[in-house]
């Protein structure tokens, strides 16, 4: 991403989380910006330049706030799966002829 001014950002940080109903992880990423730059653009500075957006963000960060333990347990779940399924590849292979 271009450097920007922050109040700009905020906006398009607001407006991104909003249309993807992303995280704060996710828009990070995105961006390519830091966690922490996200957090503080639509935490603080979106609150003053456009509470209507910033009430819409909050809604959906609150409620991944609220799903990120669901979000990591199936992440959790995927891993062993994944684990398991390399683990029985190697035994099949390790045991053909």
Do not use: C
Not at 27 to 44: L, M, N, P, R, Y
Not at 52 to 63: G, W
Not at 85 to 94: F, G, V, Y
Request: glycine share 4%; aromatic share 6%.
């Amino acid at each position: 991403m271009k450097q920007q001014q922050p109040h700009d950002r905020a906006i398009l940080l607001g407006e991104y989380i909003l249309d993807n109903k992303a995280t704060v992880r996710a828009a990070a990423a995105w961006f390519g910006i830091s966690k922490s730059t996200v957090h503080k653009d639509v935490s603080q500075k979106l609150s003053e330049l456009s509470p209507s957006l910033y009430h819409d963000v909050r809604e959906i960060l609150t409620k991944n706030k609220q799903e990120r333990h669901i979000r990591g347990g199936m992440a959790t779940k995927k891993k062993y799966e994944l684990i398991a399924a390399m683990n029985k590849q190697k035994e099949e292979s390790l045991n053909k002829p």
